[in-house]
T-cell receptor, first 117, second 114 residues
Framework: DSGVTQTPKHLITATGQRVTLRCSPR?????VYWYQQSLDQGLQFLIQ???????AKGNILERFSAQQFPDLHSELNLSSLELGDSALYFC????????????????FGPGTRLTVL | DAKTTQPPSMDCAEGRAANLPCNHS???????VYWYRQIHSQGPQYIIH?????ETNEMASLIITEDRKSSTLILPHATLRDTAVYYC???????????????WGLGTSLAVNP
């Protein structure tokens, strides 16, 4: 158990719909990362938040958005869903923005499996 | 795009050492090499990281070549539970604010056989 929680575990929805994925980081971690993993693909970095602020952006679609709240939990919002959005969505957290000079171990949650029909 | 190259798959006999190679020929002087693994759709798990020197922890050893263009992750006594996809990742600077993101490739699918 990494200490990172994600809800829901599974989500089935239809094309065109909107969903919200939730992540609670490990206690004390200020950075939250979101990743997408499509079937048989590597992880694609989507976005990073640090203490409520967006700090790094990856391959995140305009239909997707995220935020980190004052209690440090984060939500990933996916709208106008398409079949191709079906994937595992992982949240990860780390202690700080860069982990100090060099160290930045990320702790991953169990993921949310999104199926778009 | 990923900055690392790994073989797509490898096999290893249970109890033997598993040596997983990674090429990162364009690595910069201040970039670290990280290894994570992912067991069947679970969240990835951190294994080890290094800069120049070889590193060892309770899970594995990391051997980095002197020119830093490649590295090898060693699982000294592989077990069936080590069957997973192993990712070699180079840490990339995002911007002048030293933001970081890890760029993930497709990894190596390691099968440990009885």
């Amino acid at each position: 158990d990494s200490g990172v929680t994600q809800t829901p575990k599974h989500l089935i929805t239809a094309t065109g719909q909107r969903v919200t994925l939730r992540c609670s980081p490990r206690s004390g971690d200020l950075s939250v990362y979101w990743y997408q993993q499509s079937l048989d693909q590597g992880l694609q970095f989507l976005i990073q938040y640090y203490n409520g602020e967006e700090r790094a952006k990856g391959n995140i679609l305009e239909r997707f958005s995220a935020q980190q709240f004052p209690d440090l939990h984060s939500e990933l919002n996916l709208s106008s869903l398409e079949l191709g959005d079906s994937a595992l969505y992982f949240c990860a957290s780390s202690v700080s923005l860069t982990g100090g000079a060099s160290y930045n171990e990320q702790f991953f949650g169990p993921g949310t499996r999104l199926t778009v029909l | 795009d990923a900055k690392t190259t790994q073989p797509p798959s490898m096999d290893c006999a249970e109890g033997r050492a598993a040596n997983l190679p990674c090429n990162h020929s364009t690595i910069s002087g201040n970039e670290y090499v990280y290894w994570y693994r992912q067991i069947h759709s679970q969240g990835p798990q951190y294994i080890i990281h290094g800069l120049k020197n070889n590193e060892t922890n309770e899970m594995a050893s990391l051997i980095i070549t002197e020119d830093r263009k490649s590295s090898t992750l060693i699982l000294p006594h592989a077990t069936l539970r080590d069957t997973a996809v192993y990712y070699c990742i180079v840490r990339v600077a995002e911007d002048a604010g030293n933001n970081r993101k890890l760029i993930w490739g497709l990894g190596t699918s390691l099968a440990v056989n009885p």
